[in-house]
């Protein structure tokens, strides 16, 4: 009979092996071969290994239908002087517990068939071998482990609440890679921010509920992976959820990663490129006209001008059948204070709006602003000339006015996601961020409709500025910034918020778009003999080639 110790030797060699076999012969993987060398599983020692167990075992407990880790010393002890006996094939493929794919098969004619495939040739080949498929010892897996073959640990998140969900998912986005676990080190860092001390809190916090935080969060992650998925996720928040004595502890966790899951984003990756795209086909072809109006017509761009009306990306009122013109009009710029400013803005206000909401939803209501521009001045100054990108600037800061709307609470944290695998994603505190951002665009928009009101009574008949555009790219950039820009805690009022901009919308461009297209017509039948719009007069050699705009902005 064997001795515990032998036992014990056994029970590891048998889980070598199997491990060895599983992990080579699972999803039927290709090995190589040597006809020189022994068989690669050592099926004579593992059948041994199990017979010898299986036959010990069933002295414990007859009845066991699997192979038991549990051995006790008293069983031992009793059968100590017993001879085991040797079992035979036959007698093993009839009581082992262990089930072969094909019992009627021996190892060795296995093994001669290997040679039939490998030929008279000493050299090595490839086979496929496959573990058989109902080779199951239940004792060698441990129960609940992410591995176990009747595992239900998808039904622990499934059980969870639509909320919990919401927030899983809204946090393994923030972490910079959404694949369905969490960043453990992000997660401690984004959780330690909230609990830190904030500019403009009145709260002190002593930060030793951080390190209990961060300890929570460490041991939520059950296999030491650095990642928490979904169901050590669920076990977080069902411990949170009975565990009485931490009850400070657990409301504040809970409160943290809600907060965290619908907080501020300011992303890297990928980088800003529509703003930084437009800023350089502004710049390009601002160069471009200097050059073209130096070299062709002897005319030097100066601090203010002049603005380069012979260019086919102008707004010209007595073009305004070529439509693109009510767009490509942002690239063109008057002179080196107007490409100075309205890039030095742009990139200001835009790249960051850009960061949190992405490029598509920037580029929208960018586009948006300068149409809107273009469509106001053509029907309430229908004899201006447009150049420049104030209506897209302008909508952009009066977006992020719309974005503090939609998310006032919040943006008490914005998450700078990781870029790398071995970076962490970092967190902080937004109050005194948003605070500041209100106030810039209140001052903003006061002091620019000051500024307005004032060139306009003082300078009226030397003024190029076009408010027309810059009031209706800032309203374009509130609505549809409250149309498309993320809202990441949706609340009822704000749909009804959005609807109603939706309907602004459609109403202002379905308004505008007729004026421009059926206006003359209109004009003409209440004031017989006179026209609304400028038509073309004059027919230059060189176009539209005109360098100085009596008639209105730039």
Request: hydrophobic content about 40%.
């Amino acid at each position: 009979m064997h001795s515990l110790g032998e036992t014990c030797v056994d029970m590891v060699k048998l889980q070598k092996q199997l491990s060895r076999i599983s992990e080579i012969s699972d999803n039927d993987n290709l090995i190589d071969v040597d006809e020189n060398d022994q068989d690669p599983f050592e099926m004579d020692m593992i059948l041994k290994h199990l017979s010898t167990i299986s036959s010990y075992d069933s002295l414990i407990d007859e009845n066991s239908p699997i192979l038991s880790r549990n051995v006790t010393i008293d069983g031992l002890e009793e059968n100590k002087q017993e001879k085991s006996r040797n079992l035979s094939d036959e007698h093993l493929e009839e009581h082992s517990p262990v089930t072969l794919r094909d019992t009627s098969t021996k190892y060795l004619h296995r093994k001669h068939s290997l040679k039939e495939l490998k030929g008279s040739r000493k050299e090595r080949k490839r086979s496929r071998v496959s573990l058989p498929v109902n080779l199951y010892v239940p004792s060698l897996v441990k129960k609940g482990s992410q591995s176990s073959i009747n595992s239900n640990d998808s039904d622990k998140f499934n059980a969870l609440n639509k909320e919990w969900k919401s927030v899983f998912e809204n946090l393994d986005e923030k972490d910079g890679r959404k694949d369905g676990k969490l960043h453990k080190e992000s997660l401690k860092n984004i959780l330690s921010t909230l609990e830190s001390n904030s500019t403009l809190s009145l709260e002190y916090k002593s930060g030793l509920l951080s390190d209990r935080i961060r300890r929570q969060i460490s041991h939520a992650d059950q296999d030491k992976d650095g990642f928490i998925n979904k169901d050590e996720f669920a076990d977080l928040i069902s411990k949170l959820d009975q565990s009485p004595d931490e009850k400070n502890l657990n409301n504040v966790i809970n409160s943290h990663m809600k907060t965290a899951a619908y907080a501020d984003e300011c992303r890297m990756c990928p980088p800003p490129f529509f703003i930084l795209i437009t800023s350089l086909l502004q710049l390009a072809f601002f160069l471009f006209h200097v050059h073209h109006l130096a070299t062709e017509h002897s005319e030097r761009v100066g601090w203010d001008g002049p603005a380069p009306l012979c260019s086919v990306l102008i707004y010209n009122p007595e073009r305004r059948c070529q439509i693109w013109r009510y767009l490509s009009y942002c690239l063109v710029h008057s002179g080196i204070s107007h490409i100075v400013l309205n890039l030095g803005m742009q990139l200001l206000v835009g790249l960051f709006l850009e960061m949190s909401h992405g490029s598509f939803r920037v580029a929208l209501v960018y586009i948006f602003g300068v149409v809107a521009g273009s469509l106001a001045t053509s029907c309430i100054d229908p004899h201006v000339y447009l150049a420049g990108a104030s209506g897209g600037v302008y909508s952009l800061i009066a977006a992020h006015l719309s974005n503090l709307i939609l998310n006032w609470k919040e943006d008490v944290l914005i998450i700078r996601p990781r870029l790398g695998e071995n970076q962490t994603a970092k967190a902080t505190h937004g109050t005194l961020i948003r605070m500041l951002k209100l106030t810039a665009v209140i001052a903003f928009a006061v002091v620019d409709t000051g500024m307005a009101i004032y060139n306009k009574h003082m300078y009226a008949h030397e003024n190029t500025t076009g408010y027309t555009a810059h009031i209706a790219g800032a309203l374009s950039g509130l609505v549809v910034g409250l149309m498309v820009l993320k809202n990441r805690k949706v609340q009822a009022w704000e749909i009804w918020l959005r609807l109603g901009c939706v309907l602004i919308t459609g109403s202002f461009l379905a308004v505008t778009i007729l004026w421009n297209t059926a206006g003359d017509s209109m004009y003409n039948a209440l004031y017989p003999g006179q026209t609304y719009f400028l038509h073309q007069t004059l027919h230059l050699a060189d176009g539209n080639c005109l360098f100085y705009n009596l008639t209105g902005s730039y």
